[in-house]
Structures are given as C-alpha cells and as structure tokens.
C-alpha cells in the first residue's frame, strides 16, 4: 500500500489541487461570522474610542498618546480592509467593497478601490520584478537590476527603511488620490474627501497649530510604520520568480511566515501565515493557523521549501536583502 507521499498525483491533478482537497476536507475555507463580528466591532470600538479620548483630552500634549493609539488603530483598521478586500468576511462583492469602503476610504482615508487592484496584482505575481507593484522600483528598491545608476540613499537604503516607513501611510493616501482622479472614480473621492475634511477640522478646531502639526506627524508615522512592518517580513529578502512556476511553487517560494503565537497574530492581522494567505486569499484569518501544518506538511511531501522564522529574523533578512542590493554601488562610490 502506498503512503500519501508516494501516491502519484498526475492523473488527480496538479500539487495544489492535492492541497486544496486537503484544505477542503478540514473545512477551512468556511466563512467565519462571529470571529468578524467581534473583530469589526472591536476594532470599530477602538477606534471611536480613540477619537472620543482626542477630544476629551482637548489641546493638551498628552494628545500625542492620543495621536500614537490612533496610528496604531489607523494600521488594525487597513487589515480589516485587506481582509474585507479579499472577501474572506462576506461571501459576495457588494457587501464587501461597502464595507471596504468605509473602512478604507472614510475611516483611514486610503482607497479601498486602489487597494485592492495594487493588491490584486501583488497575489497574482509575488516578488515579480516587472508585475508585482510592491518590489517595483521606487525610493527603495529591490533588486541589483534595478538598483543600477541609483545614488546615495540606494547604497544605504537599509538604514534608511525603518525611518521611511514613517511616510508610508501618507505615500498610499497620496497614490490613492492619484488612483481616483485618473479613474473618475467619483464615490470614492467623496469618501476620502469627507474624512480629509473631518481630520483637519478636528485638528484645527480641537488643537494650537503646534499641537495640530505634532499630532498628525506623530499619528502618520506611527501608522506608516506599523503598517510597513506589518507587510514587509512577508516577502521582502525572499527569491524572485522566473515565471515558470506553477501556482503552488510560485506563491510558496516568494513567501515566507512567521512564528510568534497569538500576540503575532493579532499584531500582524494573520499576515504572519503569508504562505497559506497567499495559496487560500479568502481563507477567514483565524483558519491560517489551523491551514498551516497542513500546508507545511504537503511542501515538505512534494519537496518544496518552505520558509518560517521569527519576527526579528523577517526583518533583518529583509534588511540584509536591501544592503545586499546597494553593495555594488557601494564599491563604486
């Protein structure tokens, strides 16, 4: 009798038909009702609560303590909408982009509608030099090709990630805006345009203008680095593809996940199981857990690596990674 790893899987199908079976029969890809209820409703209350504690505190420094809840509840707040983006909270699309919209658009000012085809595309070719938005050459870049007539900030971008994060959520907000405007996309200019209006009235209205600036560089940097250490363990400093892989191999290899218990997964809104987000995008968050020994057990049958470490690691790999990437322009300087 033949083991599970020696039975031939060609006449059933492709390696990542096999997992699928696997992932069904544990029933894995069921919706998750309760969990979103709770998760948006926390998450929702946190973030009223936020803002009524900013105007309690009123035109006082300790709005700065304010300023940093809120950057944090700005970042819980963008991975619900990653989650609603990619329907693992509601089954059908209308419900999905409404409250995608909300979250996006009104409560954070980040367009869900941007969101979701930068991310779309992001999915469908991990780490791709030339399709994936996220390694697309910008202020940081990611790999030697690209790197090439680059200057100074290039040679050391690495000790420059961590403070650029700190503009990161203002960058998307500004790319949102872009998106908008070259899509006439009118109700989801409204939308941020409402929470613009209500953000700066509030800071205006509530704060000294000192006290105004303080707040907002405080809460957006907070936000931007939040949310950029968020995403940046999941594939940063992991290969690139050729394109010749199929599914299964594409997304694994590109990816990689990280240990950490509970607290991880809260922190970073499940996206420490990237492997199994990325082979299952509308598996609910808090079945990735239970996917993952399922997943990492099949790579290890079929011979595919498969990439876990811890969260310092994740980011110090995704540090060597850029360094590694400016060393040429470092010995030609």
Not at 70 to 80: H, I, S
């Amino acid at each position: 009798m033949t083991t599970m790893a020696e039975r031939p899987r060609t006449a059933a199908g492709s390696d990542f038909a096999e997992l699928g079976r696997r992932i069904n029969a544990a029933g894995l890809l069921r919706r998750r009702p309760g969990y979103y209820a709770l998760r948006l409703s926390l998450v929702g209350a946190a973030l009223a609560w936020g803002w009524g504690a900013f105007f309690v505190v009123g035109a006082s420094w300790w709005t700065l303590a304010v300023a940093a809840f809120l950057g944090v509840m700005f970042a819980q707040t963008a991975l619900v909408a990653h989650d609603l983006a990619h329907r693992q909270v509601f089954r059908t699309n209308k419900p999905s982009r409404r409250a995608g919209l909300i979250a996006g658009n009104l409560a954070i000012g980040m367009s869900y509608g941007y969101w979701m085809d930068k991310h779309t595309k992001h999915h469908a070719n991990p780490n791709h030099d030339d399709l994936d938005p996220d390694v697309g050459p910008g202020v940081l870049v990611w790999s030697r090709e690209a790197a090439a007539g680059k200057g100074f900030l290039t040679r050391y971008q690495a000790y420059f990630f961590f403070p650029l994060l700190t503009l990161l959520g203002l960058s998307l907000k500004r790319d949102s805006v872009k998106w908008i405007m070259q899509r006439g996309k009118v109700g989801e200019a409204l939308l941020i345009g409402a929470h613009i209006a209500a953000y700066a009235a509030a800071l205006l209205l509530v704060l000294t203008p000192l006290q105004a600036v303080a707040f907002f560089v405080v809460h957006q940097a907070i936000f931007g680095v939040y949310l950029g250490m968020t995403f940046a363990p999941n594939h940063k400093g992991m290969p690139h593809p050729t394109g010749d892989e199929d599914f299964l191999r594409k997304q694994v290899l590109t990816s990689r996940n990280v240990r950490g218990g509970r607290f991880v997964d809260v922190a970073l809104g499940g996206l420490n199981y990237q492997i199994e987000h990325h082979l299952f995008p509308a598996m609910p968050t808090p079945n990735l857990r239970h996917a993952q020994p399922i997943v990492q057990q099949y790579c290890a049958e079929i011979g595919v690596p498969y990439e876990v470490t811890s969260l310092t690691d994740s980011y110090g790999q995704a540090l060597r990674h850029l360094h590694d990437v400016g060393a040429e322009l470092r010995r030609a300087a």
